[in-house]
């Protein structure tokens, strides 16, 4: 049931994308995300459409894959569709009356930011999904501990921020597969999780956390030993095996992305 | 050298009611690990094996007593990354020892700590790797891997210091058959090819018997030290203390007692010569 989990789900590959260094892909993410939420034009929405095919294809990842990825949001970008059709208010398509009291009506204004919110979160998840699977969790958690280095001055813990995430990847796949088992040992001797009222089903998840977390705690302590062991002293003094630095090709990614950016700019400003 | 010179050890541990309760599990013990060596340690399950080894690179400090490695005391913080660089320790659980999500980041980890320039980890990393045979899945994701091949990873991981000693907790305790040979193999390869001097605890009895050296532990003294030949020859206060003997070792005690004249061995192999010639003897 967890195998849907995209975090950390790194392909291997030989792309440009792969090739890019972590820290400018998580920049040009960055940016991607800004863009995405700026956009409002039908024409800027076209542009971004195109690039995000072609962030696509350029990633050499199966779209199967990508798709993959996507399925456990559905749910987030149902429920954004809905919301969002029956909340704005505006020119009536559809309207229905409530008990004789509300009317739920859905309006033109809805059905078109409906959509535009569904197509603009899909690509916000495509986007994320292109940089984590063309990423190894290493080269993201480095990235993200080089781009935040420069706010240890106003005391941000980077190098702590860093390896939080690291453990936390190591460990998504151990403990997924822990609660698995806990759970179909729970389910032999009868338990019911899909049964009953949404309470009910609830507490039939008690007898799943508890050894869960009990074990997670003692996997806390024995690798913290571990790690002190292997003379873990925080981040000073650290070096790193891979050092990965910014060159030509992350300086073109940036340029093809900032052309686009200005292309969605310009088709906002005429429309 | 690693100097342990008559260490007590207490965990303290708050009881409900706020009394602190005291749990001694090191009882003045004291012993000398030459370089070179290869020690296994047994004892029951509480009998302090654990707490002992964490004394041996200063995640413990003794209450009283010293632990001296090379000469330096486990007591002074400022050499605490040079000992725990010079004595790798293996752990028993091989999920709960990896810090990485694949395998070579994971070996890289401790060079890493110990601010080792990047091409130098890269060397060490490789030469680790291919010295425990898991070269070939240095890209692979530890999740992936059999307990022995983790168990592999785990070692190559605390190599990757260069360690002068290398200690293993129960490093077998969780692994099947084939992965328990896996990681021994390892480890006797180690100790004949690269002069690694190995601590090794145990609850295996076959284990133990492969190394030159036993020391027994129960109730946090140490109270058999010898070759594992003197050690496993003490079959009576073994069983006293509810540990056995490897079962080579049973069968010629048994027949011994039974009247056959066997002398005492402790690998299989002895076992089945000293009965072929029991045997020849009476024919
Ligand atoms: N962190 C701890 N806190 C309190 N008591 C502990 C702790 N670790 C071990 N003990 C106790 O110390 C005793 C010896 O444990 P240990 O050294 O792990 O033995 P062994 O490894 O031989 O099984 C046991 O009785 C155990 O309950
Ligand atoms: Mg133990």
């Not at chain 1, 925080?234 to 990614?253: F, P």
């Not at chain 2, 995640?59 to 330096?72: K, M, R, W």
């Not at chain 2, 039974?258 to 003897?281: K, M, R, S, W, Y």
């Amino acid at each position: 049931m967890f195998k849907d989990v995209i975090i950390g789900q790194y392909v291997e590959g030989n792309s440009f994308i792969h090739r890019m260094d972590p820290k400018m892909k998580l920049i040009l993410t960055l940016l991607y995300m800004i863009l995405l939420f700026s956009v409002k034009s039908i024409p800027a929405y076209i542009i971004a459409t195109v690039f995000t095919l072609f962030i696509v294809c350029l990633c050499a990842v199966p779209f199967k894959l990508i798709l993959k990825g996507l399925k456990p949001m559905i749910f987030i970008l149902l429920f954004t569709a809905v919301m969002n059709l029956l909340m704005t208010r505006g020119e009536p398509l559809i309207s229905y009356e409530l008990f004789g009291r509300f009317t739920l009506s859905v309006t033109k204004e809805g059905v078109r930011i409906a959509v535009l919110m569904v197509v603009r979160l899909l690509y916000l998840l495509i986007g994320t999904s292109v940089l984590t699977l063309t990423t190894t969790p290493l080269k993201l958690t480095d990235g993200i501990e080089r781009l935040l280095k420069p706010l240890d001055v106003i005391k941000v813990p980077s190098h702590e921020i860093a390896m939080m995430m690291t453990i936390a990847l190591r460990f998504i796949p151990t403990l997924a597969d822990e609660t698995d088992k806990i759970m179909k040992a729970q389910l032999a001797r009868g338990a019911d999780f899909e049964s009953g009222s949404i309470f009910r089903r609830a507490k039939a998840l008690i007898p799943i956390l508890v050894p869960l977390f009990v074990s997670a705690f003692r996997r806390a302590d024995e690798l913290a030993t571990a790690m002190e062991a292997r003379c873990y002293h925080g981040g000073e003094g650290r070096t790193k095996m891979n050092v990965s630095r910014i060159g030509s090709r992350d300086i073109k990614a940036l340029v093809i992305f900032l052309i686009f950016a200005a292309a969605a700019a310009a088709a906002e400003i005429i429309v | 050298m690693i100097e342990i010179k008559n260490v007590s050890y207490c965990y303290h541990k708050e009881e409900a009611d706020g009394r602190i309760n005291e749990n001694k599990v090191l009882n003045n013990v004291s012993l000398t690990v030459h370089e070179g060596e290869f020690v296994a340690i047994l004892g029951h399950n509480g009998s302090g094996k654990s707490t002992l080894a964490k004394h041996m690179n200063g995640i413990l400090v003794p209450e009283t007593g010293d632990c001296l490695i090379d000469g330096l005391s486990t007591r002074d913080e400022k050499k605490l990354l040079e000992i725990r660089s010079n004595v790798g320790m293996v752990f028993q659980n091989p999920d709960n020892q990896m810090v990485a999500a694949v395998v070579e980041d994971d070996v890289a980890f401790a060079p890493e700590n110990l601010g080792v320039p990047s091409e130098e980890i890269r060397r060490r990393v490789d030469e680790c790797l291919k010295i425990v045979g898991m070269w070939d899945y240095r890209r692979a994701q530890p999740s992936r891997l059999s307990g022995g091949q983790k168990q592999r990873v785990a070692i190559a991981s605390v190599l990757a210091m260069e360690p002068k000693y290398i200690i293993l907790d129960e490093p077998t305790a969780m692994l099947d058959p084939k992965g328990r040979e896996e990681v021994i193999s390892t480890i006797h390869r180690l100790n004949r090819e690269r002069n690694m001097t190995v601590v090794l605890i145990t609850h295996y009895m076959e284990e133990a018997a492969s190394a030159e050296r036993v020391a027994v532990m129960d109730d946090g003294e140490i109270i058999l030290d010898g070759t594992a030949r003197e050690v496993f020859h003490e079959i009576e206060i073994l069983k006293n203390i509810g540990l056995d003997v490897p079962q080579a070792t049973e069968l010629a005690f048994m027949l011994r007692e039974d009247g056959f004249n066997i002398p005492h061995v402790i690998t299989v192999d002895e076992c089945v010569q000293a009965i072929a010639e029991a045997l020849e003897v009476k024919s």
